[in-house]
Nanobody
Framework: QVQLVESGGGLVQPGGSLRLSCAASGIIFSRYTMGWYRQAPGKQRELVAQITRGGFTNYADSVKGRFTISRDNAKNTVYLQMNSLKPEDTAVYYC???????????WGQGTQVTVSS
């Protein structure tokens, strides 16, 4: 059974930082592209950042220079370091594992990030 368990969300003031973690089980983690997506109220889910199994990264323009995605294959965990947070970063953040086929795409349950003073 595949599980992606996110943690690290919460309430933070504008300009603050948070680090999200996603622990994976039930998959060969090192073979998957891992990603973070987010969904704000009334909006579609959008890609925030991805890291391929080779370590290449991709970011949404809105988070470039502020967010950093990384992975630890030994711990089956992907991270999202979020700095200089803005109110518009408020959303539910979801972890994603993508093997590159439509049948091997998995999602976590989501973790809430709220940026507010």
């Amino acid at each position: 059974q595949v599980q992606l368990v996110e943690s690290g969300g919460g309430l933070v003031q504008p300009g603050g930082s948070l680090r999200l973690s996603c622990a994976a089980s039930g998959i060969i983690f090192s073979r998957y592209t891992m990603g973070w997506y987010r969904q704000a109220p009334g909006k579609q889910r959008e890609l925030v950042a991805q890291i391929t199994r080779g370590g290449f990264t991709n970011y949404a323009d809105s988070v470039k220079g502020r967010f950093t995605i990384s992975r630890d294959n030994a711990k089956n965990t992907v991270y999202l370091q979020m700095n200089s947070l803005k109110p518009e970063d408020t959303a539910v953040y979801y972890c994603n594992a993508d093997y590159g086929t439509q049948t091997r795409v998995y999602w976590g349950q989501g973790t809430q990030v709220t940026v507010s003073s």
